[in-house]
């Protein structure tokens, strides 16, 4: 793989798996079959060599117990295709020789060897008698030939079932990766809104996982984009009434007969607009909150030093209304998280204590059995069993709470997110020490945050 200009990545391989599959699988057959030719060629040409050494040298033997006379004899004039044979005398003097052009040399390596004469080589096996010598040549090229010849006879059936085995394999790849095209053709017909899984029949097993991970991904989406919508409509409805509101003020404002309702005028003109201020950013946080759900790495944060800040920024809050806002026990701790978002859910559980609380609000951080064991306590009136296990929804308020103070809902709903993007565990109780609610959160201690766990309504 090679970098082209432009950023572009060119490879030599076609990127299509079908390509890929039959390019390997008749690249192999293809290999397969000149591997089985040049076995068979060379196995064949070892066996000719064995027949026709054997022949070569049961005509020479033959010869020799023929000519045991020692008579000279006349050159014979016969063609002969595959043997040459010569004979001489002790002395030189030829006495038999095969017709042919190529004379062998006087000069013979009894047995077998290999002898290069006119640009040929032959195959020669010589053996001396009483009276004279024999030789016994072939031409090395007509046993190629012959092995060859053998070679192709016994490869022919395979070549030409090559082209068979060819639509084989197509057919077998092409009806493969047949789910993975219906597949294909399932998510092309879809439009946007549907996040129906994908079917799963016929899926081979390996691509069962790629499958799964997709209909996990396809409904982990359908939960976001329900969330999404759910939010969308649940804010737009929590928006019109404060809206309203501020319009029915600005109204007021307008029609004040004197300077002291006007003034009454614009003074719950400017509550309502902080209540709407507030409530568009607490419906920011939860809604940024929401969209990270795949941050950024979770780093070592210190738990106490955030405690500490966060006391000290809601310390003029609670002042201006009266409230003795302390930090108890504060261990030394370090979490894995993100401390933005801790942060946010710190303000958030003070400005809950302060706003419900009527005197004291106190905030300790402590270890406990591997964790970090977070706590918030006030003084209000608490929240009722029965509403424990709902007041972590979006919009969600109780009676009480509404009487008690303005809000919107939200605080909670982002605090519990936050909390189960950090692993961590919520609990709402009583508070035996000040009487009012009791906010427990349990973080685990020096590692990377697991998941989520839900919320339990009380301790």
């Not at 082209?163 to 990766?177: C, D, E, F, K, Y």
């Not at 902080?274 to 809604?287: K, N, V």
Request: proline letters at 5%; glycine letters at 8%.
């Amino acid at each position: 793989m090679n970098d082209a200009p432009g950023g572009r990545r060119w490879t030599l391989l076609p990127r299509s798996l079908r390509y890929r599959l039959l390019l390997f699988l008749l690249g192999a057959m293809l290999t397969s079959a000149l591997i089985q030719g040049l076995s068979a060629y060379r196995n064949a040409l070892m066996e000719t060599d064995e027949i026709f050494d054997y022949q070569m040298q049961q005509v020479a033997l033959s010869l020799r117990a023929g000519m045991g006379t020692g008579l000279p004899l006349t050159l014979g004039e016969e063609q002969s295709i595959d043997l040459i044979v010569q004979v001489w005398g002790l002395d030189g003097t030829p006495l038999y020789r095969s017709a042919g052009p190529d004379w062998l040399p006087q000069r013979a390596v009894l047995g077998f060897s290999n002898v290069a004469l006119r640009g040929k080589r032959y195959r020669v096996f010589a053996v001396q008698g009483r009276f004279q010598v024999v030789q016994v040549a072939q031409d090395i090229a007509v046993r190629q030939r012959m092995a060859g010849q053998l070679a192709w006879r016994t490869v022919l059936p395979t070549a030409l079932m090559l082209p068979l085995l060819a639509l084989v394999v197509w057919w077998v790849v092409s009806h493969s990766l047949a789910p993975l095209e219906r597949v294909r053709q399932q998510l092309s017909r879809r439009v946007a809104q549907d996040l129906a899984p994908v079917d799963e029949a016929d899926v081979p097993s390996e691509v069962q996982p790629l499958v799964s991970e997709l209909n996990s991904l396809l409904a982990r989406v359908g939960q976001a984009f329900e969330a999404q919508q759910h939010f969308v409509a649940d804010a737009a409805h929590e928006l019109r009434s404060p809206l309203a509101a501020l319009k029915l003020q600005l109204q007021s404002v307008r029609r004040a007969p004197d300077e002291t309702a006007r003034a009454q005028a614009l003074e719950r003109l400017g509550q309502g607009i902080d209540r709407a201020s507030h409530l568009i950013e607490q419906l920011l946080a939860l809604a940024r909150q929401d969209s990270a759900k795949t941050p950024a790495p979770a780093q070592a944060i210190a738990l106490d030093q955030l405690c500490r800040d966060a006391v000290v920024d809601g310390a003029t809050l609670a002042h201006a209304r009266g409230i003795d806002l302390g930090l108890g026990r504060c261990d030394e701790v370090r979490v894995d998280g993100h401390p933005e978002a801790l942060t946010m859910l710190l303000r958030n559980l003070l400005d809950n204590g302060i706003k419900y609380g009527r005197s004291r609000v106190d905030l300790s951080l402590e270890r406990s059995g591997g964790q970090a064991l977070l706590v918030v306590e006030d003084d209000g009136p608490g929240i009722p069993d029965a509403e424990r296990g709902r007041v972590f929804d979006r919009f969600y308020r109780s009676e009480s709470q509404a009487q008690q103070a303005p809000g919107t809902g939200l605080g909670l709903a982002l605090v519990r997110s936050i909390a189960q993007d950090h692993g961590a565990t919520l609990r709402l109780g009583h508070s035996t020490a000040l009487g009012g609610l009791r906010v427990e959160m349990a973080l685990p201690l020096g590692s990377t945050p697991g998941r989520a766990q839900s919320p339990s309504p009380s301790l």
